[in-house]
């Protein structure tokens, strides 16, 4: 039996490889982007950022060949993105970027940060400005690739050694690697079709000779086993798809009968795609055992494995950050071995361990992470010795007595027990909710009415979705006082100061539903789980989301209730200022758990439900302390989806259940906002009306048009605030342009329904471009409201 892993995070304990990039990205001319104070002014040599990688990479291959594996994957590293990696391997450049390849003074690495992250040469006019390709999420994790772009004409070669240079690097190290790549079907299917006229999965012909060379190539160094991620079969593939896949393994089977091709899906089961993946022609089936557990009886029971394929079981979950429970493993495990033998059996994490932080070891702050919490914990390469033990213990007769095993399950046991984790009295809480308990009073129409009364606002009513400018100063005085340099007093007058200022100001251009601005928060989930019971929050666990871009998720370990008010006192604190409306502003129980690590030990919907009610109580205590209007952000909605579409009712339900759980405690004059930041939302729109929301602020304004479609086919019944500008670009609308989107709106949005908001919050923006921008924006609205005051003819 032999133990392997599908791929190591790369980008270093300490986030190396991240540190590396930005500053060789800060350091080139161009790579940073134009108007970065910091550009050109660092210095790094690409040879310095090239070693880096290195050394990581003989790091992680090091480390696993400690941890005992017998396979350990190659290619799994990348300075930016596999799916970008594969796009250059395969030669499937966009033409745009032709032009980089004439400029000798570019190295490979500059032409594959330019496709990752866009290329401006300099303020010059004519001077090359090409920008990114388009990045999206990888199926349902946080981590984003970059999507790859097809024309009809397409064709591929061969046209990067990354593949071979990385085998060579390893067995240089001693180490016979297993190279990692994106499947055909997958990678086809991962892109996009950039003109009309032909499916992607139609190019499958052309692209099939380059993955002939890779193997050819990759055979002559000496490579035994090829893994083919093609995580594309935990979805729904079509008949055409299925008959590419078949295809597909069936001409490298013909051409390679000698390479053991190891097949991996993960995320989700095989579905009905089993029987084509059965009929497959493949060394080894990659099963991720924890997120589809009935998958291997269905296997077993089909009678349909050939004999001449092994299972991989992905046991170890790479998901998530729970220890192992070996027992349980083990069940898997024997079950296999008993029906296809040991030597056709092989186990390894689910997926792969990108998504995993890196070493639970460097959590040393026992007051951050006690030590209770972290012996449940295990990291990527804790997670390796889990793999190895778990092969050791097959082998033993009695694996009960074994030490390993045994601390293994005095560990599970005392999590099991742990008066951390169960909170008695917010099991009966849940347990005790009746649906009253997520419906508002009276329906939406009745309660507008009442709002229109309570709140007075005008028609077209003007608002943000919350944060302001976050500027460096701002973090600063954060990480003053987080390092004991200011007193916490004088944290927070300083955060009061900039909140007064905010507030002045917002009165001044006339907005009419003001924001304190969020200052006093970090992030939006990280400053809740930290004033909730039931999280705690690592130092080092930084997980790859894009590129250099790391992100920290809390960990969700126990029941989840509220010690205290969270907001309330700064939302009174900004209400006391003004004497317009103050919008409250809370993170929703959905997107809490979306970007959390979340327990296992009982289902996602229990514990978005305890969040929603801890959320509830909060509201509640805003509407006391008279706190009219309140905005319940669930930008994450929509990426909790599951990957087949049959799952999609089951979680809807749920999620909006947890929705109006939190936001039904309150009178009905209360106005709860909600808002949602992605554009594709079409396809659940009628579960965003299930929120029952009064108003919803939303992403649109890259997108405006999709919007509208769905409006124009589904009447959304509550009031809603269309993004009229996008806050991800420095740009600066102008009052035309935007009352020209508010007018498009409107031929879809009945007027009294109509909010007008920036599409997102203004964090990541600067003061001026801010203030420029909302004053259009302002005066847009205005603009409308005379018009529609003007009797028409
Ligand atoms: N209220 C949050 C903000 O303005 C919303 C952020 C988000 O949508 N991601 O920053
Ligand atoms: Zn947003």
Known sequence: MKTHNLGYPRIGSHRELKKASERYWAASRWAAPLGDPNRGTKTQ?????LDIGKQLRRQHWQLQQAAGLDLIPSNDFSYYDQVLDMTLTVG????RYQPLFEDASLSDLDRYFAMARGFQQSYQEN??????????????????????????????????T?????????????????????GPVSYLLLGKEKEAGF???????????????ILQQLSDLGAEYVQFDEPYLATDLSDQERTALKFAYQEIHRQFPQLKIILANYFDCFGDNLETVLSLPVDTLHLDLVRCQLQLNDILDSGKLSDQTSLSLGVVDGRNIWKNDFAHSLTFIRKAIEAIGPERVMIAPSCSLLHSPCDLELENDEQALTPEIKQWLS??????DEVATLKVLVKEDNPAVHPAHQINQAIAESRKNSELIHQNAVKQRVKGLTNTDAKRQAPFAQRKQLQHQALNLPCFPTTTIGSFPQTREVRQWRAKFKKGEITETQYQDLIRQET??????????????LVHGEFERNDMVEYFGEKLDGFAFTKFGWVQSYGSRCVKPPIIYGDVSRPQPMTVAWSSFAQSLTSKIMKGMLTGPVTILQWSFVRNDQSRSETCTQIALAIRDEVVDLEQAGIKVIQVDEPAIREGLPLRRSDWPQYLAWAVKAFRIATSGVGDETQIHTHMCYSEFNDIIESIAQLDADVITIECSRSQMELLDAFANFAYPNDIGPG?????????????????LLEKARTVIPTDQLWVNPDCGLKTRGWEETQTALKEMVAAAKQLRESVSEPTA
């Open 45 to 49: 040599s690409l040879k310095e950022l």
């Open 92 to 95: 499937a450049i966009p033409d």
């Open 127 to 160: 001077s090359l400005d090409l920008t990114a390709m388009e990045m999206t999420k990888w199926f349902d994790t946080n981590y984003h690739y970059i999507v790859p772009e097809f024309k009809k004409s397409q064709s591929f070669a061969l046209s990067s």
């Open 162 to 182: 990354k593949i071979f240079d990385e085998f060579q690097e390893a067995k240089a190290q001693g180490i016979l690697t297993k190279p990692v790549i994106i």
């Open 199 to 213: 499916h992607r999965i139609t190019l499958l012909e052309k692209l099939l000779p380059v993955y002939q060379d």
């Open 379 to 384: 990291f990527a390469k804790q997670k390796l």
């Open 500 to 513: 007064e200022k905010a507030i002045r100001w917002q009165e001044e251009i006339g907005l009419d539903v």
């Open 724 to 740: 009229v500008y996008d806050i991800h670009s420095p740009r600066v609308p102008s009052q035309a342009e935007i009352a020209t």
